[in-house]
């Protein structure tokens, strides 16, 4: 039981450092993907990184609906009103997804009941919620959330942005991209040694 025990608690902990690396992996809407592809392509083997991602993806689902709502209901131009991201950017489920006080109430509820052993995949699931918030508040300068509402409107001024020119946006681009490129030949080269590994057991 405690050797069970500790392998369920390294779980958790390798879920949640790779959370941290990976960011919130994948973002359907607002966010720069290439951090998330990065880290979905890097431990893409591992038995709980769906329920990582699916925790990744969390803080902006309610965005995305909400948008591709109103997008129904007013037409082609609403992509295109900036009015419309700003007030869905502030809606209140969408800023609560973005702030540590519930994801700090789930993780305090997970621990207290002791969830993680029982279900590893939930662990993941709250470690990619919280990863989505980490690295939201790390690469969001002008566009960041308040990350403890709703008892302060505080934001972060974090030093970096993923997509701002004047916060270093151009240097993350190149360091996201070239790790990209990296990794893909990597992958490369260990599919083509597989294949002739194969070939050779073969002949």
């Known amino acids: 039981m ?12 390798r879920a949640y450092a790779a959370s941290i690396v990976a960011g919130s992996v994948v973002s359907p809407c607002g966010d720069d993907l290439r951090p998330r592809v990065l880290g979905l392509v890097s431990f893409r083997r591992r038995s709980w990184v769906w329920p990582l991602v699916a925790g990744a993806i969390l803080p902006d689902l309610p965005y995305c609906v909400f948008f591709v709502a109103a997008a129904v209901e007013r037409g082609p131009h609403a992509f295109a009103d900036l009015a419309l991201w700003r007030s869905l950017w502030g809606h209140p489920v969408v800023v609560g997804l973005h702030s540590f006080l519930p994801w700090g109430a789930a993780m305090l509820l997970l621990v207290s009941t002791r969830a993680w052993r029982r279900s590893p995949a939930v662990a993941a699931f709250i470690a990619g919620w919280g990863s989505h918030v980490v690295i939201d508040m790390l690469t969001h300068r002008s566009d960041g959330y308040p990350i403890f509402w709703p008892l302060s409107a505080y934001r972060f001024l974090t030093p970096v942005s993923y997509w701002e020119r004047a916060y270093h946006g151009r240097a993350f681009s190149l360091v996201c991209d070239g790790a990209i490129v990296v990794l893909l030949i990597r992958l490369a080269a260990l599919r083509l040694r597989r294949d002739r590994g194969a070939r050779a057991s073969r002949s």
């Open 2 to 13: 405690k050797r069970r025990a500790k392998g369920r608690t390294a779980l958790l902990a």
